[in-house]
């Protein structure tokens, strides 16, 4: 479970640091990270501020799979990371479900830069992170 928690840990690392990368100005696949209509206009352009927000959110990801394979200091979640988990492994399921139109599983936009990476990568990593997390609780 050691493995299991670094590996996680370090996916959610990852995007934490590629979307503070986004905050800071940068655009590199920045254009085929959001969803787009069918004529190719994004569907909404984040913020830096979002962007930090994400970010923060996804080092906070990656400090409860640390803190529940006792890998760090689990602070005022003693005990609960189980629980904590599983929340977060049902976001990522949601996610891999998806809106229905622009990401995931059951989308209907299918010809856009994002729909063709969400196909190949977001939904398959959004569906690997749920499974990884609940497995990882229990």
Do not use: E, Q
């Not at 996610?95 to 010809?111: E, I, M, N, Q």
């Amino acid at each position: 479970m050691t493995f299991l928690a670094v590996a996680l840990a370090s996916v959610f690392a990852a995007l934490a640091l590629l979307h503070a990368y986004w905050g800071c100005g940068g655009r590199r696949v920045a254009a085929a990270a959001t969803p787009a209509k069918p004529d190719g206009r994004a569907l909404f352009r984040p913020s830096a501020f979002a962007c930090f927000v994400v970010a923060a959110g996804l080092a906070g990801f990656a400090w409860v799979c640390l803190a529940h394979g006792a890998l760090a200091p689990a602070f005022f979640l003693t005990g609960r990371t189980k629980w904590v988990l599983l929340g977060m492994s049902g976001l990522f399921a949601l996610r891999t479900v998806g809106d229905g139109k622009y990401a995931g599983l059951f989308r209907r936009v299918r010809d856009t830069d994002f729909a063709r990476l969400d196909r190949i990568l977001y939904t398959p990593l959004c569906l690997a992170l749920s499974a990884g997390l609940a497995w990882l609780a229990v």
